[in-house]
């Protein structure tokens, strides 16, 4: 067992390898759309899991395409603006968020981010990060949505300061409330952890994740917000100490699972989700085919989970396919899944703007910020304009 898991680790390469860049962004596509299958429903028999996943390796039985939802849409508009802007540009961003949404709004998109996808639109509006302040009777959302496209941030920046300041700014253009962006951070530094090989020490991994959070979650907004929603006071360390007491347990039910972490749409039920099938899938499982790899564990096991099934399988896989790389994505996975080759393609774009940072090309520090403030970062359009020409 132990043999294999190295084995699938050293396939992946070392630390920020091209293989563990590819894996996060592709597998989060191939989550996105196989999950589509099982979206809201209560209950779902593992046989039919399997049962959907052999028929994508059987191209006779293949329904064609599995089409990607909302996740993808906006993950692939948070990857184009990073890599047009080479860097974070919340006006861009929002622009093409807007526009996605515009050009194919029957994704599956949150019932009330629509709302904010229309304001996002206007020429008229000078604070792209009002609309989402208004939602939910100005309390903003604490859905997923932002969580969900989170995994770019880790691929673009190689400084966990810029990977949690981005995610959080990104995901605040829909998701106001601390306990829909800190969702985001949260998914956003599991997929930079991992990309760095932290899940081979899956402990350690959780003690990291848990001392990060503890600082995201340590201020006034995140315990006002638990408070309203009756949350404990820093919500999302309390599921992952739920994540680390059930990866301790020997056995554990499908049941426990939604039920110590939730398999809905908000954030906190389902970011620490997909972090514990990641890790519950390290081993093989009884209630698993001795011939799946653990990303095909991960993906199948999410899946199994019911609910937001589309969601959990794209943010798991992600951080799944950082871990293991590319090698252990199945071909006819990829050849099934709309929009997995472009994914790949935009994965080594975004390896090359990662490693600018590291070399100390872009945005690296020298007085130029990658990602502001959003009230300093009023007038962005024009250091955005600034950020591309110093990466060319
Ligand atoms: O978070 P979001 O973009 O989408 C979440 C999920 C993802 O799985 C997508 O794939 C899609 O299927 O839906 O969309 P939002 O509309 O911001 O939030 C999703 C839902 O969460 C809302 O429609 C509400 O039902 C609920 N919600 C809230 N309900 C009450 N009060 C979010 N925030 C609140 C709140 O503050
Ligand atoms: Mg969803």
Not at 46 to 62: A, F, I, R
Not at 113 to 127: C, E, G
Not at 176 to 195: E, F, K, M, P, R
């Amino acid at each position: 067992m132990a043999m294999a898991a190295a084995r699938a680790a050293a396939a992946a390469g070392g630390p920020s390898s091209l293989s563990r860049f590819r894996g996060a962004l592709v597998a989060a596509v191939l989550g996105d759309c196989v999950g589509g299958e099982f979206e809201g429903a209560e209950e779902v028999p593992m046989e039919s899991v399997l049962q959907h996943l052999s028929n994508l390796d059987d191209e006779t039985k293949g329904n064609g395409i599995l089409e990607y939802s909302d996740d993808t849409a906006m993950a692939r508009c948070v990857v184009q603006s990073l890599l047009t802007r080479a860097g974070f540009d919340e006006q861009d961003m929002a622009r093409r968020f807007a526009k996605e949404y515009s050009m194919s709004p029957g994704r599956g998109y949150g019932s009330g981010v629509i709302q904010v996808l229309k304001k996002l639109s206007s020429p008229h509006l000078s604070d792209v990060y009002q609309p989402a302040k208004d939602q939910f009777n100005g309390r903003g959302s604490f859905g997923n949505g932002g969580a969900m496209r989170a995994a770019p941030f880790a691929l673009a920046f190689p400084d966990p300061a810029d990977v949690k300041r981005c995610a959080r700014q990104g995901a605040m253009l829909t998701h106001s409330c601390s306990l829909g962006y800190n969702g985001a951070v949260l998914q956003a530094l599991a997929v930079h952890l991992s990309l760095q090989g932290a899940i081979d020490k899956p402990q350690q991994f959780m003690s990291r994740l848990i001392t990060e959070m503890e600082v995201v979650e340590g201020n006034e907004e995140t315990r006002n917000d638990a408070r309203i929603l009756k949350e404990a006071e820093k919500p999302f360390c309390e599921r992952l100490h739920r994540v680390r007491d059930l990866m301790d347990r020997s056995k554990v039910s499908i049941e426990e699972v939604i039920s110590e972490l939730g398999n809905g749409i908000a954030a906190l039920h389902s970011v620490p989700t997909a972090i514990f099938c990641v890790l519950h899938c390290l081993q093989p499982r009884e209630c698993l085919p001795a011939n799946y790899g653990g990303l095909e564990r991960t993906i199948a096991y999410s899946l199994a989970l019911g609910g937001d099934t589309d969601t959990i399988a794209c943010m798991a896989g992600a951080i799944a396919g950082a871990h293991y790389g590319i090698e252990a994505v199945p071909q006819s996975w990829i050849r099934c899944c709309e929009g997995a080759e472009d994914a790949d393609m935009n994965a080594g774009r975004l390896q090359m703007l990662y490693r600018r940072s590291l070399q100390g090309g872009v945005g690296s520090g020298t007085g130029e910020r990658r990602c502001e403030d959003p009230a300093e970062s009023r007038s962005s359009a024009a250091n955005g304009f600034e950020r591309k020409a110093r990466a060319e």
